[in-house]
Structures are given as structure tokens and as C-alpha cells.
């Protein structure tokens, strides 16, 4: 059974930081993994993704401004959010991918505000 625990959200003002971690239990390296986020009366949304062989890929809102990263031993991926901007604000949930479906955190709450 695949668990994933998000952790790191927050209320953060505009130009500000914050690094979001989601830990994993069971296999991780042999899975791509991703962030996704929904703002209220939105769709969920990509924001990064990371492949098995660590291949990353952004959703052109974030470029430059996000980074994601994956610690295989951990069982951790990693998303490192800087100038971040009202527009950011939203439930950020981890993905993992396999076969078997999509497999889901809880999500972590980001509130951009001054």
C-alpha cells in the first residue's frame, strides 16, 4: 500500500519561500513523482514532475521560480518554492504514478499573502 505524507505548507507573503516535502512508503525510486496543486474553485493543476531517473519538467507559471528534487534513499521528493505570488496560493498534493493508478497525499495547504 502506497502512502504519501505531505508536510511544509504555510502562510508565506508574496516574494517569500517555503519547501514542501512528501515522504513515501513502500517502493519510491523506480516511480516518476509529482506536484500538483487546486485552488479553490479551480482544477487541479501540475506544477512539477520528476522522473525515476530524475528528468524534470514545470508548468510554465512556476519556471525559475520552483525546483523539485527527489532523495531516493529518503523516499522523498522535494518542492523548493521561492518568489512566490498570491496566484500560488492553493492545497499542494504529491503524486506518485504507477501502473496500478495514480496514488495521492492529503495535500498541504499554501496561503501567498500579506
Known amino acids: 500500500q502506497v502512502q504519501l505524507v505531505e508536510s511544509g505548507g504555510g502562510l508565506v507573503q508574496p516574494g517569500g519561500s517555503l519547501r514542501l516535502s512528501c515522504a513515501a512508503s513502500?517502493?519510491?525510486?523506480?516511480?516518476?513523482m509529482g506536484w500538483y496543486r487546486q485552488a479553490p474553485g479551480n482544477q487541479r493543476e501540475l506544477v512539477a514532475e520528476?522522473?525515476?531517473?530524475?528528468?524534470?519538467n514545470y508548468a510554465d507559471s512556476v519556471k525559475g521560480r520552483f525546483t523539485i528534487s527527489r532523495d531516493n534513499a529518503k523516499k522523498t521528493v522535494y518542492l523548493q518554492m521561492n518568489s512566490l505570488k498570491p496566484e500560488d496560493t492553493g492545497v499542494y498534493y504529491c503524486n506518485q504514478a504507477r501502473r496500478s493508478g495514480n496514488y495521492w497525499g492529503q495535500g498541504t495547504q499554501v496561503t501567498v499573502s500579506s
Open positions: 520528476i522522473t525515476k531517473l530524475g528528468s524534470t
Open positions: 513502500g517502493i519510491f525510486s523506480t516511480y516518476d
